[in-house]
């Protein structure tokens, strides 16, 4: 009995070094840039750590692999590549190969951009109000260069978000993730409401009952006769065609966001 006892507690142990072992093998942080110091590493490291169980997404679609890891990213040379390419580009050399579910927090030192970028599988989880409010909340960290502080609280906050414990601000006129019962109700009664408005209009302005007019043909025709004789009107009034404005198309506003956002199908950005 006890011999089986310490197997059973050796093969546990041995399990779990090959779990904490697998874990390190894994890198999480990826400090090109050089804006983390050891200690700051160390912490961020705790947080993935502590927050990543929380990100139990519904509509993973790699069931083989229903974990989702986060990543931190920092370079200073892109090489020439924009934020968005360049924090693609990285998923798919470095990420994809230990998960294909991954957030990455990117912070892109030689564009001033920051980044969170969401693999295919896991970006219908999140809105663009979502990842808003998750660099909002920590946006002042990064303005006054405390990087470390401002990964910590993307972290935190994407975590609280999912778990309902933070409220996106709807700045986009988004919603969260579901299909928008209260919408579509709404939207049918309006419909409703409008074509009814609109069969009453149609009904008042072409109304079926027959009426009887008296009409005078002498008085037409004198009418027109007076008409083609008007000296007036046969010198002076003549037809022209209206043509069209075609500068109206060349003052409209130009599109994407303001605050110096990066608009994006796999994430969202802002510049610093």
């Given at each position: 009995?006890?011999?089986?006892?310490?197997y059973?507690?050796?093969?546990?142990?041995?399990?779990?070094?090959?779990?904490a072992?697998?874990y390190?093998?894994?890198?999480?942080?990826?400090?090109?840039a050089?804006?983390?110091?050891?200690e700051e590493?160390?912490?961020?490291?705790?947080?993935i750590?502590?927050?990543?169980p929380?990100?139990?997404?519904?509509?993973?679609k790699?069931?083989?692999?229903?974990?989702?890891?986060?990543?931190?990213?920092?370079?200073?040379?892109?090489k020439?590549?924009s934020?968005?390419r360049?924090?693609?580009?990285?998923?798919?050399?470095k990420?994809?190969?230990?998960?294909?579910?991954a957030?990455?927090?990117?912070?892109?030192?030689d564009?001033?951009?920051?980044?969170i970028?969401?693999s295919?599988?896991i970006?219908?989880?999140?809105?663009?109000?979502?990842?808003?409010t998750?660099?909002?909340?920590?946006?002042?960290?990064?303005?006054k260069?405390?990087?470390a502080?401002?990964?910590?609280?993307?972290?935190?906050?994407?975590?609280?978000?999912?778990?309902?414990?933070?409220k996106?601000t709807?700045?986009n006129g988004?919603?969260?993730?579901?299909f928008p019962?209260?919408?579509?109700?709404?939207?049918l009664?309006?419909?409703t409401?409008?074509?009814?408005?609109?069969?009453?209009?149609?009904?008042?302005?072409?109304?079926?009952?027959?009426?009887?007019?008296?009409?005078?043909?002498q008085?037409?025709?004198?009418y027109?006769?007076?008409?083609r004789?008007?000296?007036?009107?046969?010198?002076?009034?003549?037809?022209?065609?209206?043509?069209?404005?075609?500068?109206?198309?060349?003052?409209?506003?130009?599109g994407?966001?303001?605050f110096?956002?990066i608009?994006?199908s796999?994430?969202?950005g802002?510049?610093?």
């Open positions: 009995m006890i011999k089986k006892l310490t059973i507690f050796s093969l546990m142990m041995i399990f779990m070094i090959f779990s072992v697998a390190a093998d894994v890198q999480k942080i990826y400090d090109d050089h804006i983390f110091t050891g590493e160390k912490k961020l490291l705790g947080l750590k502590e927050y990543e929380q990100l139990l997404l519904e509509s993973i790699d069931n083989s692999n229903p974990k989702t890891t986060m990543y931190v990213y920092t370079t200073n040379d892109t020439y590549l934020t968005e360049c924090v693609a580009k990285f998923f798919e050399e990420v994809k190969k230990d998960t294909a579910n957030i990455i927090y990117f912070i892109d030192m564009n001033r951009n920051t980044f970028y969401l295919d599988s970006k219908y989880n999140f809105t663009d109000d979502m990842l808003d998750v660099i909002d909340n920590s946006y002042k960290y990064l303005k260069g405390e990087y502080r401002f990964v910590e609280g993307e972290i935190k906050d994407t975590g609280a978000i999912l778990c309902g414990e933070i996106p709807f700045k988004e919603k969260i993730p579901g019962w209260i919408l579509l109700i709404v939207s009664g309006v419909g409401a409008a074509g009814i408005t609109g069969v009453a209009i149609v009904k008042s302005k072409y109304n079926m009952d027959s009426v009887e007019y008296e009409y005078s043909t008085k037409s025709t004198n027109v006769s007076a008409f004789d008007d000296d007036f009107v046969r010198k002076y009034v003549t037809s022209r065609t209206i043509q069209s404005n075609n500068n109206s198309s060349s003052g409209g506003k130009s994407g966001s303001s110096g956002s608009r994006s796999n994430g969202r802002r510049s610093f």
